[in-house]
C-alpha cells in the first residue's frame, strides 16, 4: 500500500521556490511538514584520478600515488580520464537522467591544506547530466510508502586530500587528491528520515550494480549533505539548513529527525530560521552551527582555462547503454516473476552483493549473488534454493563473520547438498514439520545438510570429494533402525515431557525431536522423527503435517 502522502499538488511560491501541498501524516511532528534534499558525494572506482594517471588508491603509503599534476606543480596540465567519464554517463543513464550533449569544468576556489591548487575542478555551469529520478520504497510503522525522488544535476568533481589531524601540526596524504568524484543532487523531494535513508541505500545500491562506486560509506567513499527544512503542509517551503558529511544512514535519520524537530522548536516560539551550514555531533545526536550563509565563503568559480568542453555523442551514450549491467530494479523483477521469490528472500540476495575492491574503470560486470543463485536453481526449485541461500549459506557466513562471494562455497557444491537432503542422504530442515522458521527452534546448523555446509565453508579448498567427507564426518542420514534408537532414547532422557506428550500434550512433541536431533547430531529427520515419536507415544498421526 503507497501512503497518501506520496500524492502530492506542486505549485511554484513567488520565489520559484516548490511548495506542495501534502497531508502531513506523521505523528512525530503533527501539522508540520519536512522536506529534504539530498547531495551525495561519491567516489567513481576508476583505477586513475579523474585529470590525472596516478593510480586511484587509498589505502597505499600516504603520498605514494601522488602525480605532479596533484600536487598542483606548476606547468602541469589535467587530462580527463575517459573511464570516469564512463562511469559517471552510466549512472547518469540508470538514472534516467539527460547526459548533456555539451558539459564543462570549472574552478571553485578555497583555500585549505588538503586543496594543493587552492582550487577544486567541479562542474557548477554545465554539469554532465541534468533531470532523472530514482524510486525509492520503505516501510515505517508497518506502512509502505514509496515515492520517485527527482534528480536535479549529477556532475563530476575532484576529491580533496586527506588530512589527520596531531596536536601541533597536521599531515597531509595526496593519495586522494584529484580523486574522480560525482555529486549527485536530489530535488527536494524527500519527506521523512527513513526516506531519506531509503533514498541514500538504494542509491547506494545502484551505483554498486553498475560499478560506478563501492559506495562503502564507512571508508568515506559515500558521504551525504542533507538539506533540511519543515513547513505547513499547502504552505511554501521553510528556509533549509545544510548538514555536512553524514556517512552512515543512521547517522544521516538521526540527523535529519534531530534538525527537523530544531526547526519546530524554533518556528513554534516565533522565531525564524537563518540559512545555515551544520555539523552533526553522533553522540549528543544533535546538529551544530558550522557557519551561517552570511559567512559562506565566496568560491570565484570560473571556467577552468586548460580543459576544454566535455563533448558526448549520441554514439557514446548508445555504447554505453549497451555496456549496462542490469539494475536492481531489474533483478527484483527477475527474481520476483521470473523465479516467484517472496520479498525477503529478494531483499536477502540483493544484500548479499558485494562489490570487490579491485576497481574496474567501467567493464561490464554481473551480479555474482544473482549469477550465483541461478547456477543453483538450475534445475531445482528456486524457493528451495533461494532458502539455503539465504538462511544457511548466509547465516553460516555471518557466523564466521564474513560476507557472501561466490568462490566461497562453489554453486555446485550448494547443489549437491541440496540434492542430498532432498534424497534423504543428508537431513534438511523439517520444515513441514513446524510453521514457524525452524531457526527459531532448533540450534543453528543441527541437520547433517547444514553441518556439511558448515565444514566446507571451514574447508574451503578440500579436494575431498563431497561423499568421502560425509562418510568420514558421519554425517549420512540414520536409517530406520537407528532413527528408532535415538527416539527410544530420547523418551527415556525426557520422561516427564514424553508423559505430557501420551496425556495429549503435542506441544511438547518439538522438545523431544529436538532431543533426537541433538543426540544423533543432526543425522536424524525430524520429521521422520516426529512420525516415529507420535507412533511410539501412541499419538495419532498429524493430519495437518502429511
Ligand atoms: N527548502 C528546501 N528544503 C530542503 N532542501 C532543499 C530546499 N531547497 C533546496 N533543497 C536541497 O538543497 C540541495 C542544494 O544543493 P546544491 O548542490 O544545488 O547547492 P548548494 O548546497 O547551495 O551548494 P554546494 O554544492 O556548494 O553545497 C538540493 O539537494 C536541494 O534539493
Ligand atoms: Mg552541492
Ligand atoms: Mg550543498
Redesign the pocket.
Known sequence: MLSRASCRVARLSPSG?RSYSVEATDERWPGWQP?????VHTQIRARRKLFSDAVANFDARPNWHVSSFDAAFPGTLPVLNKACVDLGTRTALALGSQVHERSSFDRKHYFYADLPAGYQITQHYSPLATGGKLHVTHTHKQVKHGRDVRI?QIQLEQDTAKSTYHPGHTLIDLNRAGAALM?I????DMRSPEEAGAYVTELRALLRAIGASNGNMDEGSLRC?V???VHRPGEY????C?IKNLNTIKGLQIAITSEIRRHIALLSSGQSIAQETRGFDEDRAETFKLRSKEDAPDYRYMPDPNLPPLMISQDYIQHIKAGMPPLPSDIRQRLAEQHKLSERHIDVLMSMWEVSDVPFDGERRENDALSYFEEVAQGRSSRLVANWITNDLVGGLAYRGETFSPERLPAAHLGLIIDMVQMGDLTGLPSLLFSEPCSLLLPPLATSGRALLRRLLEEPCTSEPLSAMIDRLNLRSTGADGLQQFCETAITRLHVEAESARKGNTKVLKRLVGEVMKTSKGRADAQAAAVMLREMLGLPADETKS
Request: aromatic letters at 4%.
Open positions: 521556490t522536506v529534504i534534499g539530498i547531495e536535479h555529486e543532487v536530489s530535488e527536494p549533505d538539506n533540511v527544512s517551503f521553510g528556509t533549509r545544510e
